[in-house]
């Protein structure tokens, strides 16, 4: 069982930063994918961007593509979403999401085992 808890969401003026941080607890496998979705009001939840074990790789929905980092502190066994120029259409509630395997189709939810409660991020304008 793996447990992930979020911090960091808040409220941002347009082209300010915020960061968001990922705290996993419990069993992690040595190979494991980790990341980002977020969901904003009536919309569908969509990939962000995610962090894969095996060769350090990472990828990013091309709306924050520049703009996001993501990166992991293994020490602390932490995942960070480093949100830099946000714009309106960033504001959502953002999960962190886990799962013990490599997950190929890493933009597809249902293929995540393991989510955090969501953490709100707003964008003013």
């Known amino acids: 069982q793996v447990h992930l808890v979020e911090s960091g969401g808040g409220l941002a003026q347009t082209g300010g930063s915020l960061r968001l941080s990922c705290a996993a607890s419990g069993r992690t496998a040595r190979s494991y994918t980790m990341g980002w979705f977020r969901q904003a009001p009536g919309k569908e939840r969509e990939f962000v961007a995610v962090f894969k074990s095996n060769a350090g790789d990472t990828y990013y929905a091309d709306s924050v593509k520049g703009r996001f980092t993501i990166s992991r502190d293994n020490a602390k066994n932490t995942l960070y979403l480093q949100m830099n120029s946000l714009k309106p259409e960033d504001t959502a509630v953002y999960y962190c999401?886990?799962?013990?395997?490599?997950?190929?189709?890493?933009?597809?939810?249902?293929?995540?085992?393991?989510w955090g409660q969501g953490t709100q991020v707003t964008v003013s304008s």
């Open positions: 999401v886990f799962d013990d395997s490599w997950v190929a189709n890493h933009w597809t939810p249902s293929l995540y085992d393991y």
